[in-house]
Every structure is written in C-alpha cells, then in structure tokens.
C-alpha cells in the first residue's frame, strides 16, 4: 500500500490506515453519504416489504384507559392494515378504534415466502470439489462443510433465502479473524472463519462508477435508538411502526434520527474501520488477501444492468391490499347480516322489549304483527372477486395454494406425476431459474472461503482446485421414477392395471390439480 502519511514506522499491519483517496477519517465521510442516501431512499421501502412478509401486531394504547399501576388496555392492529382504507380502519391510525369496523388479515405473502424457501433449501446442499486430486477433494470438500456448518447451516440458508426473496437480493460477508487463521488446522478453519448474510436494510453497498457490478465500498449499519423529538411531539423511536409505515416522509425521519448515531462496520478492498457514535474507533488493513472485498452480492432473480435483484413480495402488495379489503368487508356484511331484526305493528309497549326464547306478547288489537327481516345473504360478486384476487397472487407469485398445503377442489388421486407436475410447474421452473444465482453466490462464497485458507497456509490450494459446484437436493415433488416403481408392485399385487396407469397419469383421464 506504500507508506501512509502520519503513521510512525514499524507500525504493524493493523495500525496503518487504510486509504480510500485519504485517510479513514475520509473513507468515513464516503460511507456515511451512503448511508445517508441509504435512508432516505432505499430503507422506507425495504421496512414496507419486510412489514408485508412479516405482518407483526403491536399494542395500541387506549387513551386514559389505565388498569392497576402501570397497566394499560388497549387493541392490536397489524403491519397489513396499512393498505386498509379509511372506511375500515377509522381512526385506527391516530390510535383509536372510534369508526373501526371488523378487520381481516389473511397475509398470503408469507406463507408464498415460506413455500418458495422451502423448495430453495428444505433439504441440506452438497458443495462438490472440483479438484481433480482425491486427497485435495476430500480437504476442500470437509473444510467447506465445517465452515458452512459453523455459520448456521441449513438454517442459515434459509435465512439467507428468505431475506432475498423479501428485498430482492441478499449480500454475504465472510468474516476472518485473520491472526487466528495463520497457524490452524482444516479442521478448525470454522473457528475463525463465518460467512454471514446481511439484511438489505443495513447493508450499504458503494458501487463503482464505470461497472455496477463491481462494490468499491461496503457499510454494515446498526442504527441507534433516536432520544430527540421527532417534530410530531412524540419520541420517534417510540413510535409504532405502522404510523411510520404511513409516511414515507415520517419513516425518512424517522430513520435518520436513528442513523445518527448507532454503530457502522465499514469494508473496502484495503481494510476495514468501526465507527461508533460517529468516530473512528478500530481500523485495520487486510493482510491475507490485500485488494478483495469479503461481500458476495446474490441477487435473487437476476435484473440486467440493475445491482438489487428482483423481490418477491414488492408485486404482491397491491392485491394483498385488496384482499385484505374484501375480506374485512365480508366480515362486516356477515356481522351486520347474520342475525334478524323484528318490526312490531300494533303491540303495546313493545318498544326496547327483548327476542328471545319464552317471550309473550299480549295486545288488544286484531291487526298487530311481527314480521322479522334481515338474516344471512350471500354475494356471489364479492366471493368470486375473492377468489380472482388469489388467483392473480398464484400467477404472479408462481406459488399455487397445493405449495402450502391448501387443496382447493376435488383432485382426485395426488399421486398423478403429471398433474403434481403441471400444478407445480411455475414454481419448479422459478426455483430452477433462482438455483442458478444463489448457486452462484454459494460457489463464490466457498471459493473466498479457499483463497483464505491457502493465503493463511492452512490449506494449500491452486486456483483449479479452488472450484466447487452446489449439488442440489431433490425438489419436495414426488419422483416419476418413484411412482412407477410402486405402481409396478401395485400391479404384481393384483391391483387392476388400467387404475395403476390412472394414478400415475398416463390414463384417459388424469383428474389433475387445481
């Protein structure tokens, strides 16, 4: 890095400054820009997405409404009811349930998410060497395994999945407490290396002005807990997340207050600073390998030209409004209709009298009466734009309802190939198509991971046999060859052929899968 102005010589690696066209103080100033346009920009929106996956309740205070020391009554409104209008939420938003009518949250965003993560990585991966020396395949294939293991596994995959599926991408940063690395064992490598996935709302990438692709800089933010005012004679951070949800304006202050302070890991290709408060706490250069970021950037579907990929639940939030909507007003209609009302005519003293069982009436006059009125009534309009509005989410979110365990009419027999197949064929072919680019991201990983471990002399490695592949577990679909197979003993057992060949859809009527 040649010699840095201000540092005594003889200084060791870590106590150099890095530089980024200066010193760490200047390196900072370009980060906290980043973040700051991070916040204002892109973090309001990342909140949006993650409060539709999520849909989370908080506690609504009753205004004077105190029970015992300390105890408060109040209701619970959920992320969702920010789609919700007016005529259904009241004054739900000044944190009141004056004008409030019945409120119906069906979050179909989260348990599509959940479906798609589990056809990603429901079962475990395999990472292939590709070293052509069985000796070097079986080290590099153990050391993978160990270090993927120690950051959490399976589990921290799914993690990572759910995360890309929510923001559109996901960024893994691979941790290295490089003085322990240098002197230890394959086999303990998971001891000092962890690759970890960063949410989207605190990672800041700095791209390079010529290729998009290419991340000069990387911020890892953990704002703080705002202690000021907000303008709006509250506490922000206090504030419930769905008042902010409502105002982007509101949620941009909101955010900025808190990046205020809060504490900041920032990485270049040099080194590293951490920033609390503001100042420059710890820097230090990169010593094993000087010149490479440890992020891995993995979109989850590719965007051309684009650094964030493309999401999942951004293009559902519009019908997951409106079916939220129709439901909380059948609800309403439900509840305004499912019971009888009564009209009396000529009955005395009638008025604010109560229906019910063993009630007497007496009256003089021939020409009193009772009639009721009122009573259940279906909406065929309503139930089927319903319906539309979930189909619109299947195609769009490529999840139909068989995914998530949801049967939604007479399918016959399950165990048709062709009709599982057919029903789960968007599905399948989009987690093929995401296979390729978290495949990738996984593979780059695993490959930083190598470089590591060879520039530290804990396992020697070549660029050629630094290459791995994902091996893929089988898709949660039932196996053609399977079925065939059982049906093949069904028909050795006596069961009629032509009935085997139905189940397996290869009969004249395959009864399908909606």
């Known amino acids: 890095m040649g010699d840095t102005p201000g540092v005594e010589e003889g200084s060791s690696m870590t106590d150099r ?31 949006k997405l993650w409060a539709y996956y999520r849909n989370p309740i908080e506690l609504v205070r009753a205004s004077g409404a105190l029970v015992g020391a300390g105890a408060t009554r109040g209701w619970y409104r959920s992320a969702q009811e920010v789609g ?84 559109g991408h996901v960024d893994l940063l691979v941790r290295v407490d490089e003085e322990g690395l240098v002197g230890s064992r394959g086999w303990d490598a998971a001891r000092w290396v962890s690759i970890e996935p960063i949410d989207a709302r605190r990672g800041v990438a700095v791209l390079n002005d010529r290729d998009y692709r290419q991340i000069d800089l990387y911020a890892l933010h953990v704002g703080a807990v705002a202690s000021g005012d907000d303008g709006s004679g509250r506490d922000a951070a206090r504030r419930g ?71 999942e639940v951004e293009a559902l939030v519009a019908l997951q409004d409106e079916l939220n909507t129709r439901l909380s007003d059948r609800a309403s209609r439900v509840t305004m209709q ?20 063993g009630t007497v009436w007496s009256t003089d006059n021939p020409d009193a009466s009772i009639s009721s009125f009122g009573g259940d009534a279906s909406s065929p309009s309503e139930e089927s734009h319903i319906a539309e509005i979930r189909e619109a989410m299947d195609k769009i979110s490529g ?45 780059r990983v695993s490959g930083l991971v190598l470089e590591y471990l060879n520039a530290a002399g ?45 189940e397996l859809g290869y009969g004249n009527d395959d009864p399908g899968v909606v």
């Open 241 to 311: 997340w769905l008042d902010r949800l409502r105002s982007e304006k509101q949620a941009r202050r909101v955010i900025e207050a808190r990046d205020a302070g809060g504490q900041s890991e920032v990485f270049t290709r040099d080194g590293w600073l951490r920033v609390v408060e503001g100042e420059v706490v710890e820097r230090g250069v990169w010593s094993l390998l000087p010149g490479v970021l440890p992020i891995v950037h993995v979109q989850n579907m590719s965007q051309p030209f684009v650094y964030e990929g493309i999401g």
């Open 399 to 443: 999840v139909p309802p068989l995914a998530g365990g949801v049967v939604r009419a007479k399918i016959g027999n399950l165990s048709s190939a062709n009709a599982l197949r057919i029903t789960l064929m968007s599905l399948i072919a989009k987690t093929m198509r995401k296979r390729v680019t978290y495949g990738r991201g996984i593979e």
């Open 17 to 47: 400054l890095m530089t980024i066209d200066g010193d760490a103080n200047q390196v900072w100033l370009k980060a906290r820009a980043a973040i700051g346009a991070h916040g204002r920009r892109s973090r309001p929106r990342y909140e």
């Open 458 to 502: 804990v396992l020697k490695t070549d660029v050629r046999e630094r290459g791995v592949r994902v091996v893929w577990g089988a898709l949660p679909v039932v196996d053609e060859q399977t079925l065939v197979d059982a049906g093949r003993a069904k028909v050795e057992l006596g069961v009629d052929e032509q009935r085997v060949l139905d």
């Open 338 to 357: 499912s019971f009888k009302m009564y009209l009396a005519k000529g009955i005395e003293g009638f008025r604010g009298s109560s229906v019910g069982p």
């Open 84 to 167: 919700l209008p007016h005529r259904i939420v009241g004054n739900g938003q000044r944190g009141d349930e004056r004008g409030r009518r019945e409120v119906v949250i069906e979050n179909d965003i989260g348990w599509r998410i959940a479906a798609m993560v589990d056809f990603m990585f429901g079962s475990p991966i395999r990472i292939e060497s590709l070293a052509e020396n069985e000796a070097t395949k079986r080290q590099v294939e153990e050391v993978l395994e160990r270090v993927w293991e120690g950051s959490g596994g399976i589990a921290m995959l799914q993690d990572m999945a759910t995360l890309g599926h929510v923001f």
